[in-house]
């Protein structure tokens, strides 16, 4: 019996370091990439000053910097995320939120329709909240057709934030995947160019943090439909959806 617990503890301490190993070498792999152009790109210049366009060589570096930097921010939310102490909880109305939220976005090609039931609370830390709404707003915006929505309901004891694309969706085996940092699907979202691949773990990680979830299902007719459930907070003032 104590052996058996045993086993168990060990194996489960060998996955969780065998997690930490894997995503250390990819972070390293992440940050490397445009370290060595940044690298390549001074050396150049050092060896012939004289033929540097300053301009040019700042506008390359800086980018690379800004990259770093977009790594550097995500990776420290993630660990964040992670440590959220459960006393910084609060009644949170969704739909205030999202309205709120969404008022700041400026530029979007597809503006979103909300559908929002009223009164809906969830036991949340707004700021981190709002980041998850935002990272998979950033998504649906660069893969919608036409529509992007946000919709807010309660189904019993759950407070539901869902966010819709009518783009190409998600095939069913890449589902889980695309939550593992550094995943990126789309071939324009490429090491050099997109994103840093870290948004849907920070979301998920967000949402475990809460004691929820985050997951991807189709949505109707097609695209993606990305569904946050959190615990509903206790001192509702509406019936249930
Ligand atoms: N709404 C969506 N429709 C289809 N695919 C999606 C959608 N949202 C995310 N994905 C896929 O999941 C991958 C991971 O998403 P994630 O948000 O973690 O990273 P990213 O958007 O590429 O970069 P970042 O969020 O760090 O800027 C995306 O690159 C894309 O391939
Ligand atoms: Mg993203």
């Known amino acids: ?85 459960p006393t910084a909880l609060e ?9 709120a939220e969404t008022a700041h976005r400026i530029g979007d090609p597809h503006p979103a329709r909300l559908d929002l039931a009223p009164g809906v609370l969830a036991e949340a830390v707004p700021i981190q909240i709002c980041r998850v709404l935002n990272n998979l707003l950033n998504n649906a915006q660069r893969h919608a057709a036409h529509d992007v929505t946000v919709g807010v309901r309660r189904t019993g004891d759950i407070a539901e934030l869902s966010v819709t694309d009518d783009g190409p969706g998600v095939r069913p085996a890449e589902r889980e995947h695309i939550f593992q940092p550094f995943t990126r699907l789309d071939s324009a979202r490429s090491r050099d160019l997109g994103g840093t691949g870290l948004g849907l773990a920070i979301a998920r990680d967000i949402a475990r943090a809460h004691h929820g979830t985050l997951h ?14 959190l615990p509903a907070a206790t001192g509702h003032s509406l019936p249930a959806a």
Not at 216 to 229: I, K, Q, S, Y
Request: proline fraction near 5%; aromatic fraction near 2%.
């Open 1 to 85: 019996m104590i052996t058996a617990k045993l086993e168990d503890a060990t194996t489960s301490l060998r996955h969780s370091l065998d997690h930490q190993r894997r995503f250390t070498a990819d972070a390293s792999h992440e940050l490397r990439t445009p370290l060595a152009g940044l690298r390549v790109q001074l050396e150049e210049a050092q060896l012939h000053p004289g033929e540097t366009d300053l301009a040019d060589l700042l506008r390359h570096a800086l980018t690379d910097v800004d990259r770093l930097q977009a790594i550097l921010t995500d990776l420290l939310s993630l660990a964040r995320s992670e440590s959220t102490p």
């Open 91 to 99: 009644p949170v109305d969704l739909a205030e939120l999202v309205e």
């Open 216 to 229: 991807v299902e189709d949505a109707t007719p097609n695209g993606a439909r990305f569904v946050l459930r």
